[in-house]
């Protein structure tokens, strides 16, 4: 067996694995870390985080409507990826699995391209709003004032793999259309049933697409993106000290 | 603007050996970065937030040491910074006793995080690390040490705090024809707990308690070792929690129900972040003097007259550890809007008010000139507003707004003045005797416990 369909068939669940092992490591660490209160119980987190609202609100980026970039790149981005991840969801689960391929690669289509040029362009107008600082009016005073942002070595790598899984999944669509979605949903399916089918991956670039998400999935608890798991967590402002 | 390099200044070896001592650091120091790994392991808000801030920035235009400054340093994203390199050991002990204790610690950085990462927390975090390996600044070091004398029985003694608070009770009596009981030291229902600020500088709001408290027919005490400052939470959590414990033995030794705390922010934020919890284990409850006085207007308990106030616009600004992780929002807007003819909210209000510059420790006389630039930016939101008084009732901004508006008003040609006590001076025509029960549709704050 070629190397690559080796990599194939072990390279998805080495990312899971890392995932979940990293994503335990990570909140036993913030369990086992005390406070007065906190997140290590769900119902005072949302009490004290402000409750649902607080959740709904950082998902509609309410709070960075004073920084034009930030609130447009974040959401852009964020929005494109929940998008995405749906439909990739779809792709293993099988949701819509009583439509037609023609009709699902038509929604594939019409809904995965544009998400995915809105994921990057989102990010890439937060990578140039981290590259280059600009300036904004403050809204506590009116003062115009320089953002900068703390952009250490490690977020690159990361924002690179990032944008080269969304146009790899751009040109997937484009290029192939209904051929790559039927190959996708194959693959997604052999996965989570344990009977991975490399040969499922044998269109040109979706081996490297579905390589790239093993690599971005593996990474998520170890590296900056595991941001996304502060949804767990509502750190507690009425808290006073260890 | 002030100098980019203002700091607070460091205190000697001696005060600084006292300070260590009161926070149990009596062994061989401890470098920076083994205690910021403490930290770090222990304390759930420092690991959420040095785990999580991706350095987006969004704090930057809400912080107002930042605004005010444009240093970086001087800001909620080199404060982060600032900590990962203490524990990775890279940074000068210069630059991270900056960057932590030029913090106001206000909040308004969490408020803005799209995570709700605790900056401030991380800010007390590395000067407790500081404190470890020998470094503390001058001012908060006496005010902690004066703290802890006064918590040991010897600060304010007895016999003077009984002959204040009986002067206090007949000027009361004069104006008012009220008479009202002081208890010092002596066993009551409720432990009325003052920052010393109101003992000795702002005693008309010191009178303002126990005119309410007196009308209300509360049987309240004051204890000579319970003041309810603690500036341990600006600088060692084992200090806080040893200033707090005396607090807690004050009120039990007096056999109380109930600990009020008078107009004091960081006593709030202890009261709400720790001392709740220690006072719930021998069935103490606490609630702040404005949950008091809330409650009683709206049973028409108390008539306030606004028009003693005066013609003026009044607005109130959110105490920074009142509105964020303190939850006093609404009983003070209350109070004053039922005191005052014509009440403005401000522009920025709740949880994202602007701090009033001197907050986490700065009120130092040598930081004079930077807190005077973070001012400014509260100063000129409230003459946009429209207001010709600031009410603003915690110890420490009232401390700082009243120097603060004596440096500003000649340059703006208004005449703004301060007003800390959100207790008016013109109240009651009609009284209802409190109920038998207690005092119902009172807030008792009282903390849940460790998760």
Redesign the interface.
């Known amino acids: 067996m070629p190397a690559l369909a080796l990599l194939m068939l072990g390279a998805p669940y080495a990312a899971l694995a890392l995932l979940m092992l990293g994503s335990i490591l990570q909140a036993t660490s913030w369990i086992r870390a005390r406070g007065f209160t906190g997140y290590a119980n769900p119902p005072l987190a949302l009490a004290a985080g402000g409750g649902i609202r607080w959740f709904a609100e950082r998902l509609a980026f309410n709070g960075l409507d004073h920084d034009r970039r930030l609130a447009a790149g974040a959401r852009m981005l964020h929005w494109s990826l929940l998008l995405t991840m749906a439909f990739h969801l779809d792709l293993a689960l099988g949701w819509s699995a009583a439509m037609s391929v023609e009709q699902r690669s038509l929604i594939a289509a019409a809904l995965g391209i544009p998400a995915g040029s809105m994921a990057l362009v989102g990010l890439a107008l937060l990578v140039w709003r981290r590259l280059r600082p600009g300036e904004l009016v403050s809204p506590i005073c009116g003062r115009r004032i320089v953002i900068f942002s703390h952009t250490s070595l490690t977020v690159i790598p990361f924002d690179a793999l990032l944008a080269a899984l969304i146009a790899t999944g751009i040109a997937l669509d484009a290029l192939y259309g209904s051929r790559a979605l039927a190959l996708a949903s194959s693959l997604a399916t052999s996965i989570l049933s344990l009977r991975p089918d490399a040969a499922a991956a044998s269109l040109p670039l979706l081996d490297v697409h579905v390589l790239l998400a093993c690599a971005l999935v593996a990474s998520l608890p170890w590296g900056p993106l595991r941001h996304f798991e502060s949804y767990l967590a509502v750190p507690d402002m009425g808290q006073v000290g260890p | 603007m002030s100098s980019p390099r203002a700091a607070p200044k460091k205190a000697g070896p001696g005060l600084t050996s006292s300070v260590r001592s009161l926070a149990g650091l009596m062994g061989a120091e401890r470098s920076a970065r083994d205690a910021m790994r403490e930290?770090?392991?222990?304390?759930?808000?420092?690991?959420?937030?040095l785990?999580?801030c991706?350095?987006?920035?969004?704090c930057?235009?809400?912080c107002?040491a930042?605004?005010s400054t444009?240093d970086?340093l001087n800001s909620p994203?080199g404060r982060?910074?600032a900590a990962r390199s203490l524990l990775r050991g890279i940074i000068s002990p210069d630059d991270a006793y900056r960057a932590s204790w030029l913090c106001l610690t206000c909040?308004?950085c969490?408020?803005?995080c799209?995570?709700?990462?605790?900056v401030p927390?991380v800010s007390?975090a590395i000067r407790a690390a500081l404190l470890e390996s020998g470094s503390a600044p001058e001012f908060v070091s006496n005010r902690v040490v004066e703290q802890a004398a006064a918590s040991g029985g010897s600060g304010f003694g007895a016999e003077p705090l009984r002959a204040l608070v009986r002067g206090i009770a007949a000027e009361i009596f004069e104006e008012k024809g009220l008479a009202v009981d002081p208890k010092v030291d002596e066993r009551a229902e409720a432990l009325l707990l003052v920052p010393s600020d109101d003992l000795v500088l702002n005693v008309d709001t010191l009178k303002g308690y126990m005119a309410v408290l007196g009308r209300l027919g509360v049987d309240f005490a004051f204890s000579h070792r319970a003041l309810a400052e603690n500036y341990g939470?600006f600088l060692h959590?084992a200090i806080?929690?040893r200033l707090a414990d005396g607090v807690a033995s004050a009120a039990e030794e007096l056999g109380v129900k109930y600990v009020i705390v008078g107009e004091c922010g960081h006593a709030w934020?202890?009261a709400?972040?720790?001392l709740s919890?220690r006072l719930k284990e021998s069935g103490i409850g606490i609630m702040h003097i404005f949950h008091i006085v809330s409650a009683a207007l709206r049973r028409n308990e108390l008539e306030l007259h606004a028009d003693a106030n005066g013609d003026l616009v009044y607005e109130y600004r959110d105490p920074c550890q009142y509105s964020?992780?303190?939850?006093l929002v609404e009983e003070p807007r209350e109070i004053l809007r039922r005191a005052v003819r014509n009440y403005i909210e401000p522009s920025?209000s709740g949880t994202r008010t602007?701090c009033c510059g001197a907050g986490g420790g700065n009120l130092a006389p040598e930081l004079l000139p930077l807190t005077l630039e973070h001012a400014r930016?509260w100063y000129?939101?409230a003459l946009r507003d429209g207001a010709d008084a600031v009410v603003w009732p915690r110890a420490t901004c009232k401390a700082h707004v009243s120097r603060a508006l004596r440096a500003l008003n000649p340059g703006s040609g208004r005449n703004v003045g301060p007003h800390g006590a959100g207790l008016p001076r013109a109240w009651t025509m009609r009284w209802t005797p409190p109920s038998s029960q207690g005092w119902p549709g009172m807030t008792l704050i009282n903390?849940?416990?460790?998760?």
């Open positions: 930290a770090y392991r222990r304390d759930r808000n420092v690991r959420l937030a785990d999580l991706t350095g987006c920035g969004a930057l235009a809400w107002p930042y605004v444009g970086q994203l982060i910074s909040g308004a969490s408020s803005a799209p995570f709700g990462l605790d927390g007390r939470l959590p806080m929690r934020r202890v709400t972040g720790y919890s964020r992780g303190g939850g920025l602007v930016l000129d939101a903390r849940r416990t460790a998760g």
